[in-house]
């Protein structure tokens, strides 16, 4: 600071930047001072209040005074020829000024340090840069890095059981899939692309997996954990997740047991059949090691291409009828209370859909009537009636252009106009179709002002809502040919607005609501044309309602894929049954109708007919509905036996005539010709149906109740007089043993006593006896004393009980001879009535009735 430096008048301005850095100058200007620094150290030392022995002008000076001449200085308030610490102005904003910027470095110094010190948890990585080279430091670590180094934090590459991550090396560029459970720290040069759950398949499930590019198709069978591998890419993929009950040239179908045969039929009209009773037979597209080795046999097979299984329509009298069976109700045909509201589509799928949401308008193809152009509306809205303004339509099943999928549609081509009027009927909407193109011509289908759905220059999948909602020059479902399954709104949120499949492809929300919907009314948009479904709402339908939706429309084509529906000509009042496997085990029909006996007397007839198809090949070529031939045919046959019989002969002989018409339809040809087996006829019940002959049974019937009540009540009467004396019997024998036993039991117990007392008697005798044998050698006189000793005892106890009140005497003179004498008190006598004494005068010791007076008198 003593030094003229060149950039001296720099570090002045400098320090005349503001108050607080000239008072750190001050400071420092002191420091430098030779007389300044006694006064800082004592000031550093604690000592308050104290003056120090210093030399110059600061002697005896207080910190507290020299921080305020500090000050002072640095606010400027002394003169600028001021001379401090031997320094004049100029010298000292040189001092502080390098004091300052020597400070300032060593705190930038001291930060970019404690910036390069790093600690690293036990699942962190620290990724450094050294050039062209990157270096991983693993955790746990603490130190210092160099800090002009560039560095990156991260975690280490934590998986769980369900998870896969994609991993890049930036070094070669290439892909490694790190599958999980997974704990590991990744290297320098590798980055985690993308991390994703596996897909899960259960045993009977699989994916189809399409690739967008190429149109190529892989299937993956469960049950495992599906994920990417290196060559994959999802999101170039459509991943399509099905159950295996649904049949297509990727699933394979099991037949569970020897009873079931199926019957599938490919696009040229061949039929064949698959049979589980012999699996042994080698079929077409027989799955490896297909044969069962169960007991019950089985056989499995894959579904061969263009091929479809036979759905069939038959009768069902599976279960017993309600009511007086002459109606009965179509169950897969939900009908209305209104005529307008029958509907006439018997598919499966369609019949069992229930919407969470109700739809305003839902038309099946399958219930349009060309004749009178009506649509059957299943929605709450109206019926669509004069639905075609020009040219002619065709419902069927089979259109020109190869789809994957025969569905019932209305078909058209370039020279027919549909209206469908204000099918949108509020500026909120959702409308789902199941459309596709079905000629050469493919322009537009569903059109409006400014408006498209589904179909659009020949592309599929694609929408203009007012605005393009959704890109317009790539098909989203290919071939072109095929159905295209889509829903879309006017608003909700991107891309989930409008849903192709199982694709998200909405682009844009909201658009305009079209006055009315159109087939092929602009000339220059027209197509040929299949349409099997369209659903609408009054309403932005949410995220889930909409693909509940879109779930039965891929349902509906699933199904389509796999079965073929058979023609059916049954009533819409028959109650019927889909058959996709033939069940060749016997099976009941449940029968309810009135018949007539040949005194013309009506009876409601109830039973059961028992049944089997025992050559599958000649059912289906035979009839198209098995149970609902067996049916009417044992119909027939039990009116014509019960007609010419009798109601009373029908009565006494029913086991009889039901036998003897079975026996005689069972070997007829009807049967044999559709390969089934009629097996048994069964009467449950029969009932007359009028009134006289109600009356007259019931007549006949209450006599015979009667008869056997009276039966019964007497037998009833004698088994329970039977049963009372077979009871009196039996109590009287018991009472006879109780008898006995008690008398056994008594005597017994009375000798056990005497034999106990006579012993116990004996023993004392025997031992007092040896006693006193050595001083009454005689025997005769130990047993008299012996007595003597025994009376004495009994008088004791006789006196005891006398004194203590526990007995009573009655002392009787003239039958004890006795005579009552006191004893003599202090010399003078009692009277003679007071004393106790014989009245012979004289007392005789051996006498008992004495001695119990010599032994009072002792007392």
């Not at 009506?602 to 050559?615: N, R, S």
């Amino acid at each position: 600071a003593q030094g003229h430096l060149p950039w001296a008048r720099l570090v002045t301005t400098l320090a005349s930047l503001g108050g607080p850095l000239r008072v750190l100058g001050s400071c420092w200007r002191f420091s430098c001072c030779e007389s300044a620094q006694p006064w800082l150290r004592g000031a550093l030392s604690g000592s308050r209040g104290q003056g120090w022995s210093t030399s110059g002008d600061s002697r005896g000076k207080s910190p507290r005074e020299v921080l305020r001449v500090a000050t002072e200085s640095a606010m400027g308030l002394f003169d600028d020829d001021d001379e401090v610490c031997g320094m004049d102005t100029g010298k000292q904003t040189i001092c502080v000024g390098c004091t300052g910027c020597c400070s300032v470095i060593g705190f930038i110094t001291f930060c970019v340090i404690i910036s390069a010190y790093h600690h690293l948890g036990p699942d962190e990585q620290l990724v450094v840069r050294r050039g062209k080279i990157y270096v991983a430091v693993n955790g746990p670590w603490s130190g210092q890095m160099n800090p002009f180094e560039s560095k990156t934090r991260r975690q280490a590459l934590k998986l769980e059981a369900t998870q896969y991550a994609k991993v890049l090396d930036k070094k070669t560029n290439t892909y490694r899939v790190v599958v999980g459970p997974y704990f590991e720290f990744l290297k320098a040069d590798e980055n985690v692309v993308d991390t994703s759950e596996k897909i899960v398949l259960a045993r009977d499930e699989y994916v189809v997996l399409i690739n967008k590019l190429n149109g190529q198709e892989r299937v993956v069978k469960g049950p495992m954990m599906l994920y990417e591998n290196v060559t994959d890419n999802f999101k170039a993929m459509r991943l399509v997740k099905k159950i295996a009950t649904y049949l297509d040239e990727e699933t394979a179908a099991v037949i569970a047991n020897k009873n079931t045969v199926l019957v599938v039929r490919d696009e040229d009209g061949r039929t064949q059949f698959y049979d589980g009773s012999n699996p042994s037979t080698v079929v077409a597209f027989q799955c490896p090691s297909a044969a069962s080795s169960e007991p019950g046999g089985g056989l499995a097979f894959w579904l061969p291409p263009y091929s479809r299984i036979i759905r069939m329509v038959w009768s069902d009298y599976s279960t017993p009828v309600e009511g007086n069976g002459t109606t009965i109700v179509a169950s897969s045909a939900v009908a209305s209370a209104s005529p307008r509201r029958r509907r006439t589509s018997r598919n499966i799928v369609v019949n069992k859909q229930i919407f969470s949401s109700t739809p305003q308008m839902w038309l099946v193809a399958g219930d349009y009537n060309k004749d009178t152009k009506l649509w059957i509306n299943r929605g709450s809205g109206p019926n669509l009636t004069n639905l075609v303004t020009k040219g002619t339509v065709m419902v069927s099943s089979s259109v020109g252009g190869g789809p994957s999928a025969n569905l019932m549609s209305i078909n058209g081509n370039t020279g027919t106009t549909l209206s469908f009027g204000n099918l949108l009927a509020s500026s909120s909407w959702t409308i789902c179709s199941l459309t596709r193109y079905a000629g050469t011509t493919r322009r537009e289908i569903l059109q409006g002002t400014d408006w498209f759905h589904g179909h659009y220059g020949g592309h599929t999948g694609v929408a203009r809502y007012g605005l393009n909602s959704t890109q317009v020059l790539v098909d989203v479902v290919e071939p072109t040919l095929e159905w295209v399954p889509m829903c879309g709104s006017s608003g909700g949120p991107t891309p989930d607005n409008i849903l192709v499949g199982d694709e998200a492809v909405g682009e844009k929300s909201g658009g305009s609501t079209p006055s009315g919907i159109y087939v092929n009314q602009n000339t220059l948009s027209t197509s040929d044309f299949a349409i099997a479904e369209i659903i609408t709402w009054t309403k932005v339908l949410s995220k889930d309602e909409k693909q509940e939706a879109m779930d039965y429309l891929m349902e509906r084509l699933d199904d389509a894929k796999t079965y073929m529906d058979q023609a059916s000509s049954l009533g819409e009042k028959t109650q019927i049954r889909y058959v996709t496997a033939i069940d060749t085990r016997m099976q009941r029909s449940f029968y309810k109708f009135e018949v007539r006996s040949k005194d013309n007397v009506k009876l409601l007839l109830e039973g059961t007919v028992y049944w089997a198809i025992k050559d599958a090949r000649r059912a289906v070529n035979g009839t198209a509905d098995p149970e609902g031939d067996v049916w009417f045919r044992a119909r027939s046959t039990l009116i014509g036996a019960i007609s010419a019989v009798n109601v009373n002969d029908f009565m006494q002989r029913l086991n009889t005539i039901i036998e003897d018409a079975f026996n005689a339809e069972k070997g007829d040809t009807f049967y044999s010709d559709r390969g089934i087996e009629l097996i048994n006829l069964d009467v449950l019940s029969y009932t007359p149906m009028d009134s006289r002959t109600i009356k007259s049974l019931n007549t006949l019937i209450k006599t015979k109740t009667e008869r056997m009540v009276a039966l019964g009540k007497q037998r009833t009467e004698n088994e329970v007089r039977a049963l009372k004396i077979d009871g009196d019997v039996r109590l009287a024998a018991n009472k006879t043993q109780l008898i006995e036993a008690q008398a056994l039991n008594d005597k017994l117990e009375a000798e056990t006593r005497g034999a106990t007392e006579g012993g116990r008697k004996a023993t004392t005798i025997n031992e007092f006896l040896n006693g006193v044998k050595y001083i009454f050698p005689d025997t005769a006189k130990r047993v008299k004393l012996y007595r003597e000793h025994i009376i004495r005892n009994a008088l004791a106890i006789q006196t005891q009980h006398l004194f203590t009140g526990k007995a009573k005497v009655f002392l009787k003179p003239k039958g004890q001879n006795l005579t009552l004498m006191l004893p003599t008190d202090v010399g003078y006598a009692l009277p003679d009535e007071r004393r106790l004494k014989t009245k012979t005068g004289a007392s005789n010791p051996a006498n008992p009735s004495s001695a119990m007076a010599r032994h009072v008198h002792e007392l």
